[in-house]
């Protein structure tokens, strides 16, 4: 049976199966402190960030549909300009500029319209929003290395848009964490993980993130993998008073029942 997968659905259920199982190991030596559940703070949040290194196309993804707006977006993007009637619309405050969401991304629409889900525009890696002819004139308020993909994540990662000759030696996930870490109660939780590696954005001047190793590779049909495989449910099924843990592992259950 062939089965055909969108870039979008691989990239789901790869962050199903691969992230949550990464996690499992990593998460089970934290067990005892009941992961964040009885941390000083009771209104835990987390803060997710996926860093896409290949980029995402945002001027297609969220699209002006006023009439003067939507006009200037189809002039530039030609070919690539999505029809106006097949955006998804999203309601903005106090009766603002309308936008459209990629025809792509119902699922987002539906978050918005929930109350869960907002959008930061016109953000970058500029030290002040500059006009087209400041941008011209005044070479100063230029990032750093404009046209360098690898700098610009850099830069990303960093917040930090001027380089000192060296590389930025923060990023700021590191160092939100270590200006939130008071509220993890003197717990070993770690306040920051990655599941991509070591990053840039994870460093902080004193936190370290928790980086699992990748897990298992896969399955197939020999006795070995068959093992390794009733092992993992079996370890998925238990009793685990840590409530990150068991997350963790009900979503990995999900994953691969799923597949």
Known sequence: MVHTHTRRGFLRCSAYGLGAAALLTGFERFGLVNALAQGASSDYKALVSIFLFGGNDGNNMIVPMDAGAYGMYSTVRGSLAHPQSSLLSV???NNAATYGLHPGIPELQALWASGKLAALANVGTLVEPVTRQQYLAAPAKRPDDLFSHS???????????KRTGVAAPTGWGGRTADRTSALNGGGSFPMIISTAGATLFTVGDDARALVPSSGLRGFDSSATSTSRYNAMRQMLTMDNEALLVQSASDTTARAIDNT
């Open 151 to 161: 700098d610009q994540q850099e830069q990303w990662q960093s917040a930090i848009t």
């Open 91 to 93: 309601s903005t405050p």
